[in-house]
C-alpha cells in the first residue's frame, strides 16, 4: 500500500496567536548544491540561494532519496530565522521545510506551486 492509503492524520497541535506565526520567517530559496557531510548516513549540506544572499542549510534526507543531488536546481520552503546550529562540524543556517517526515510518510519538498523569486516570503 501507498503513503497516501495507509495515512491517518495526526492530531492538530494547540492553537497558536498570529503574533506567534508571524515570527516564522519562511521563505523560497533555490538549492543550488547538495553535498555530503562526512561521517554522516544522514546529513546533507544545501547551498541554497534566497535571491540577497546564499545560506548553507543542513538536512536529514540523505536516506529519503536514492540519489538526494535531484533536488538541485529546485525551489522550496525553507525557515530562515532560526539560530545557526553547529551540525558536525559544521553550520547549519535555516532547516527545509518538507512534508511527511514527522508523519512517517515519504518525505517531499514544499515546493511553490509556480516559480517565484528566490527569497519570497511565505505567509
Known amino acids: 500500500m501507498s503513503d ?3 495515512f491517518r492524520p495526526a492530531p492538530v497541535k494547540p492553537a497558536i496567536s498570529l503574533a506567534d506565526l508571524d515570527r516564522i520567517d519562511v521563505r523560497v530559496g533555490r538549492i543550488m548544491s547538495v553535498a555530503d557531510i562526512a561521517g554522516s548516513d544522514k ?10 544572499c546564499r545560506r548553507q542549510i543542513l538536512a536529514g534526507i540523505k536516506q529519503e532519496r536514492a540519489d538526494p543531488r535531484e533536488i538541485e536546481g529546485r525551489q522550496a520552503l525553507f525557515v530562515v530565522n532560526l539560530e545557526p546550529k553547529k551540525m558536525l562540524g559544521e553550520i547549519s543556517e535555516g532547516m527545509l521545510f518538507d512534508l511527511g517526515y514527522a508523519d512517517g510518510v515519504t518525505p517531499a519538498l514544499a515546493v511553490p506551486e509556480k ?7 511565505a505567509g
Open 115 to 121: 516559480e517565484v523569486p528566490n527569497g519570497t516570503r
Open 43 to 52: 546529513l546533507v549540506k544545501l547551498t541554497v540561494d534566497f535571491g540577497d
Open 4 to 6: 497516501v492509503e495507509t
